[in-house]
């Protein structure tokens, strides 16, 4: 049993960065695997990144790789995710979500997720 709890969205401009960020409370969060994902209005939800227990291991979506970071901190029961030059299609609401296991891209292998965070980006 673990609770996600996102922040960081907001509004930037094409080009722009941003840091989201996951705080987790409840289990040991070591004990599991993390995933981004994004959802964008009268769209399904779309695979971002994800994470392995340890944060050796990251994969991203090809959308996304080369501007966006996946990292983790466990000490802080934390995971971040750095988005760097920001394009419009990046326009969405951002949900952390996490599974015991193994990475997963698909999101109906998760079983926690946070509220998610609004993100925007203008042209």
């Known amino acids: 049993q673990v609770q996600l709890v996102e922040s960081g969205g907001g509004l930037v401009q094409a080009g722009g960065s941003l840091r989201l960020s996951c705080a987790a409370s409840?289990?040991?969060?070591?004990?599991?695997?993390v995933g981004w994902f994004r959802q964008a209005p009268g769209k399904e939800r779309e695979f971002v990144a994800t994470?392995?227990?340890?944060?050796?291991?990251?994969y991203y979506a090809d959308s996304v790789k080369g501007r966006f970071t996946f990292s983790r901190d466990n000490a802080k029961n934390t995971v971040y995710l750095q988005m760097n030059s920001l394009k419009p299609e990046d326009t969405a609401i951002y949900y952390c979500?996490?599974?015991?296991?193994?990475?997963?891209?698909?999101?109906?292998?998760?079983?926690?997720w946070g509220q998610g965070t609004q993100v925007t980006v203008s042209s």
């Open positions: 979500a996490a599974r015991r296991g193994a990475s997963n891209v698909d999101p109906t292998q998760y079983k926690y």
């Open positions: 409840g289990d040991t969060f070591n004990s599991y695997a």
């Open positions: 994470i392995n227990w340890s944060g050796s291991s990251t």
